[in-house]
Structure formats: C-alpha cells, structure tokens
C-alpha cells in the first residue's frame, strides 16, 4: 500500500527520497524491520491472550526429558508468524504481483488448515486434530491452485534472450511462457517438463500440465509434511526455517535482477524479485517468533505455524524454479521426514517376518532420537541449525557450480 502512496507523492509531487521506494532493496530491509518489530513487540501480547484463553499444549506422554514441563504452554503461536508476515508485506510490497499474490493466498490457506487442526486439538479435546485426509486434501487443494497459477497465468514467464541481441529489440519480447526448471550442479542445467511427455508427438505442449501440476501437489505437501514433524523441540523449525528462506532469498533477488542472473547464467524470472520483499518479511517473523520461542519456549507455533511456512517454502522454491535443490536446501525438514517413514516401515517389515517390530532410531522423527540418547534439545537445535546453514551455503555456491 505504502508502495503506491509513495509513487503517487513521487509522480505528483517530486518529494526528494521518495524515490527509494522503487527499490526492492529498500522496502526488503523495511519489510524485515518492521516484521521483527511486530514480531517482537506484539509477540508477547499474543502470547499473553492465549495464555488468557488456555490455548496451552498438551503433551503426550513419550519418555522425553523435560516433557511433562512444557504441559501448559501455549501453541497456536504460529499467528505470530503470520500476521508479522503479512503486515509489512501488504505495506511494502506491489500487491498487483502476481508472485506476491500467490504467497499471500499460501499464507492464508496453510495459515488455515495449521489453525484448525489446533483448534481441534485445543478445543476439542481431540489430541489428534485434524484428520490425516482432510490436511492432505487441503494440501493438494494449494497445490492444483498454485500449479495452475503458474502454468497458466500469462505474467508467469521466463526470459528467452538470445545471445545476441540488437539495439533496437525490445527484450520483452523473449518473455516465453515455459516450465523449464533448474538442474543443480550441472553445465546445462535447466530442464523442461514438457519433455516427460515428448514421446506423444505432435501437441504434447498442450499437456504439460498434467505433469506439472501434480509435481507442485507433491512438492508442497511434502515440504509443509516436512516442516510439520521438524517442529518437536523449542526453536527447531523456526530457526532453520529461517535459514532456509534466506539462501531462497538470494536465488529470488538474482532471479529477479536481469544483469545478476546474465552475469551468473541463471534462468531470469520477470517480476519474480517482488518476492524478495516477501521473503524479508518472512525471514524476520521467524527470527522475532524465536524470541519467545527458544528455550525454554513462551509459545509453540503449533501446526498453524509449521504448516504456514512449509507451504511457503515450497511455493517460493517452485516459482524461482530451483524445487529440485529442495531435498538438499530442506535437507533437515527431508531427514525428519525419512527418520519417520524409514522407522515404521522398518517396524511393520520386522513384525511382518519375526513378530515382533523392531526400531532403526531410538525415536522417530529424528531429534527425539539424540533427545533419547542424552543430549540437550538446545545443543541439538544448534546443531542442526548449523546443518541447515552448511547445506544453505552449499545450495547458494552452487550458482557457480557447473
């Protein structure tokens, strides 16, 4: 909104400084500024209501350490998150962005799934929440809209520039419509989906979507699956979350800027660096949300958090097309997810033939396994936060890796 005001006062006026609102640079670093402030500020205020209307966790009962003290403490703590998100975006960012859009329609819609489930649990009295299906459906739901979105909606373009290119030319022109996407760590590194369904000849173009669609349903609802078991232990999810959206900030920002992403051979996505205001003020919810949610935790995200910002990961990975780095960008949220899969596969396999079922981890998802042999949840955070900064760091290198 501010975006517009200001080109208004600009045009009309010629107000000196007004101009730096035309840089995603500037409105990213207010956009993070003024999360980190909501955050921050009216974080403890949130916290204070829903310990005022006992919106507290209850705690299963797993053998854990330390477990039975954070019965009490309240969760749904993920609307921090989201308004912070929300709120500098909706002040800062060009809202006829299509990109923009669709992370604010993400928010929303994770937003709602996350805070029923809570709700359900809270209020219901039903520790399982919402049932398994009804979160898939609403996952797969994003996933057809957001692959719609982006196959078929006519700002969603990459550009074709030829190596060559006259005076004269208006480079818009080479704006395609494309489902190219990143390989990483290869010299010719991008790769079109279309090409899965070459072999039908004549037309295929016509059905790329069939293919493209159900990868965005898959992508989004493992990343957000991912994201939902990572967040066990105080300040986990949050933190390496955050480092996660800032690596995808610097691939939005490059694909975003004509001569970064010419200079580094990167895929340019037109209008797509509008996102990076998004991801500023995403990036600083989460680290005001860590404020209160370190440990010993004043609050818990809850599922209206943790699904909120895997959804948005996925999304963001998608539309700058680098989804194939998620499994080593999301390398933590991946491992969670394999720990859990591989641990009741591994049970029913080994109860199927001996009878009785047996374990590869102590615990599953992962962290509860080093919780079970003895280490501290926060020496575990840190150490998977410096997991997830080396794997960042690894993915952001890989720019120049060919």
């Known amino acids: 909104m501010l975006y517009y005001l200001f080109q208004y006062l600009d045009q009309y006026f010629d107000i000196p400084g007004i101009r730096v609102f035309q840089y995603i640079t500037f409105r990213s670093g207010m956009a993070i500024l003024f999360s980190l402030l ?226 580094l051979n990167v895929m340019y996505i037109p209008n797509s660096g509008e996102m990076t205001i998004f991801i500023a003020a995403f990036v600083g919810a989460l680290i005001g949300f860590l404020w209160y949610n370190t440990y010993p935790a004043q609050v818990f995200m809850g599922d209206t958090g943790s699904l909120t910002i895997g959804g948005i990961i996925a999304v963001i990975a998608i539309a700058v097309r680098k989804e194939l780095l998620i499994p080593v960008l999301c390398g933590v949220f991946l491992a969670e997810n394999l720990s859990v899969v591989l641990q009741v596969s591994y049970f029913k396999y080994t109860k199927k033939r001996y009878g009785e079922g047996r374990r590869i981890f102590l615990m599953s998802p992962l962290h509860h396994h080093f919780q079970k042999k003895g280490y501290h949840e926060s020496k575990i955070v840190t150490r998977f936060w410096i997991v997830a900064i080396f794997l960042a760091i690894f993915c952001v290198i890989s720019l120049k890796l060919r």
Do not use: C
């Open 38 to 263: 909501i955050s921050t500020i009216f974080g403890k205020r949130i916290i204070d209501f829903l310990r005022k209307k006992q919106i507290g966790e209850t705690v299963r009962e797993l053998g854990l350490e330390g477990q039975n003290e954070k019965a009490g403490t309240p969760t749904m703590g993920g609307i921090i998150i989201i308004i912070s998100t929300l709120i500098p975006v909706l002040l800062f960012a060009k809202l006829d962005n299509i990109y923009i859009l669709l992370l604010i329609l993400t928010t929303i819609w994770m937003g709602a799934i996350g805070f029923l489930d809570d709700y359900i649990k809270i209020f219901k009295k039903d520790k399982e929440g919402l049932k398994g299906r009804f979160k898939v459906i609403g996952q797969i739901g994003l996933g057809i809209i957001v692959g719609g979105i982006l196959y078929f909606h006519p700002s969603v373009t990459v550009r074709d520039t030829p190596s060559i290119l006259l005076e004269t030319e208006t480079i818009s022109k080479y704006d395609v419509k494309s489902t190219a996407t990143t390989i990483p760590f290869f010299k010719n590194n991008e790769f079109d989906y279309g090409q899965l369904i070459s072999w039908m000849g004549d037309g295929y173009e016509n059905y790329v979507w069939l293919i493209f669609i159900p990868i965005v349903i898959f992508i989004v609802t493992a990343v957000s699956n991912g994201a939902n078991l990572t967040d066990g232990i105080d300040g986990l999810a949050a933190g390496t979350s955050a480092i996660t959206v800032l690596a995808l900030a610097a691939f939005t920002f490059i694909s975003g800027n004509f001569v970064l992403s010419n200079y």
